[in-house]
């Protein structure tokens, strides 16, 4: 596929994920968003104990998007959408004014090679595009088990203008996610948009 088609997919994909997204966003001025919600064992939990907030879970791979909303179907969580997307492109499709008020970032896939570090979701411009996004105060929560990939996250937050690493690294919920199951050791850190 050449540049220009992959191009061209990709905003195909933006403008009909910016339709759904018009949809299920209508309204409303500001969501909790899990990238990368896998199955959905932490965003369906967690809608259910905050029925206050509307939550977005997205998620690359589609079988996953379909059981994380019958997880949330089961636990009566009606303020919880699943959506299959890439964060990029999800956060490119959000409607105009609406805020990211909480994001939430767990066991993201790691990239231990060099080669491959450019493929980690974490990079400056990643958390710049978030921050964009976000609301004055809203809060990012980061958690794995791969502790270069904590540091390296440590790191690019230090180094950021837009968000400020929290003293508390705690998180509003606790709930075990599918990949913390099989993974119990890990680090976890809070960001606060500046
Ligand atoms: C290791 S799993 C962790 C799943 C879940 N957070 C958990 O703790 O059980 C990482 C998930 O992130 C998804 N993912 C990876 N890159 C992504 C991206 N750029 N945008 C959205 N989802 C992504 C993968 O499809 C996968 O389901």
Avoid at 76 to 81: E, I, P, S, V, Y
Avoid at 109 to 116: E, F, G, Q, V
Wanted: aromatic fraction near 12%; charged fraction near 30%.
């Amino acid at each position: 596929m050449s540049l220009e088609q992959a191009l061209a997919r990709r905003n195909e994909r933006i403008s009909k994920l910016g339709a759904l997204c018009g949809g299920i966003l209508c309204g409303r001025e500001k969501i909790t968003l899990e990238i990368g919600c896998g199955k959905g064992h932490y965003l369906s939990a967690y809608a259910a104990a905050f029925p206050n907030e509307f939550c977005v879970g997205i998620d690359l791979i589609s079988d996953r998007i379909r059981d994380a909303a019958r997880r949330a179907k089961n636990l009566n969580a009606n303020n919880a959408a699943f959506i299959k997307a890439e964060a990029l492109e999800f956060l490119e499709a959000m409607p105009e004014g609406i805020k990211l008020e909480k994001i939430f970032i767990f066991f993201p896939d790691p990239w231990p090679k060099a080669k491959h570090h450019k493929r980690r979701l974490i990079h400056k411009e990643f958390l710049d595009t978030l921050r964009r996004h976000s609301e004055n105060g809203a809060r990012l929560y980061f958690r794995t088990d791969f502790f270069e990939y904590f540091e390296w996250t440590r790191d690019a937050i230090a180094e950021s203008a837009v968000w400020e690493l929290s003293p508390d690294p705690e998180l509003p919920f606790e709930t075990v996610s599918q990949f913390q199951r099989i993974l119990p050791d890990f680090s976890t850190l809070s960001a606060t948009a500046k």
